[in-house]
C-alpha cells in the first residue's frame, strides 16, 4: 500500500512542478511606423483589421466583434479555427484548433491587454500579451508587443513553446509589412 501512495506522490508532484518551472516563453517586438500614434492604434482596435491579420497569417475562420465599450476600454472577442499543431509544436494540416481571443483595448494609454485561448486544450495552453503604442513625435510611433507562452505539458511543453516562440518571431518582419499595408504606407 505505501509502494502505490509513494509512485502517485512522486508523478503528481513530478507534473506540478513540470507545470510550474519548465514551461513558460517571454517574448517582446518593438516596431516603428511613420504615422501619428492614434492612427495605428485605432487600426489595431478594428475588429475588419483583426479579423483580416487572422486570415493572412494562419486562421482557417475568424470572426471579431466588439463585445462592449466604456470612455476608455474597448473589449473585442475574436473567435478563430486555427491550423493544428502537434506534441512538439509542428503544424498539422487537418487538425484545426477552435480559439478565443480577448482583447481590452485602453484609449487613453493606448494598450491592448490580450489573452489567447485553445478551447481543446483548457488551462494547459496560456498565451497572454501587452501592445502598446507611444508617440515618437507628431507623425511617428512605436509599437510594443510583449507577453508569454506557457505550454503546461511535461515533458513536451518546453519544445512545443520554443516552436511556437520559433513562429512568432518568423511572422513578425511580415506582420509589420501586413500592418503597413493596410496604413496604405509602402514599404
Known amino acids: 500500500m505505501d509502494d502505490i501512495f509513494t509512485k502517485s506522490w512522486h508523478v503528481d508532484n513530478f507534473a506540478r ?4 518551472v519548465c514551461c513558460m516563453h517571454e517574448f517582446e517586438f518593438i516596431s516603428e511606423f511613420p504615422v501619428p500614434p492614434v492612427k495605428l492604434f485605432i487600426l489595431l482596435m478594428t475588429p475588419a ?10 486562421a482557417l475562420e475568424v470572426s471579431a466583434n466588439e463585445i462592449g465599450r466604456t470612455a476608455e476600454v474597448v473589449k473585442m472577442k475574436i473567435e478563430l479555427l486555427d491550423s493544428g499543431w502537434g506534441l512538439m509544436g509542428a503544424v498539422i494540416k487537418g487538425k484545426p484548433l477552435r480559439a478565443t481571443m480577448l482583447y481590452d483595448w485602453n484609449m487613453s494609454d493606448m494598450t491592448g491587454n490580450w489573452n489567447r485561448y485553445f ?11 501587452l501592445i502598446r503604442v507611444e508617440a ?23 519544445g512545443i513553446e520554443k516552436k511556437l516562440a520559433k ?21
Do not use: W, Y
Request: proline share 3%; aromatic share 4%; net charge negative.
Open 49 to 58: 483589421f483583426q479579423e483580416a491579420m487572422a486570415l493572412r497569417f494562419g
Open 17 to 20: 512542478l513540470e507545470e510550474t
Open 167 to 187: 513562429k512568432l518571431e518568423d511572422i513578425q518582419p511580415k506582420r509589420v509589412d501586413f500592418i503597413l499595408n493596410r496604413l496604405e504606407i509602402k514599404t
Open 119 to 129: 478551447i481543446d486544450h483548457g488551462r494547459n495552453v496560456e498565451i497572454e500579451g
Open 136 to 158: 515618437m513625435g507628431d507623425e511617428a510611433c512605436r509599437m510594443t508587443e510583449s507577453g508569454r507562452v506557457e505550454i503546461k505539458l511535461p515533458l513536451v511543453g518546453k
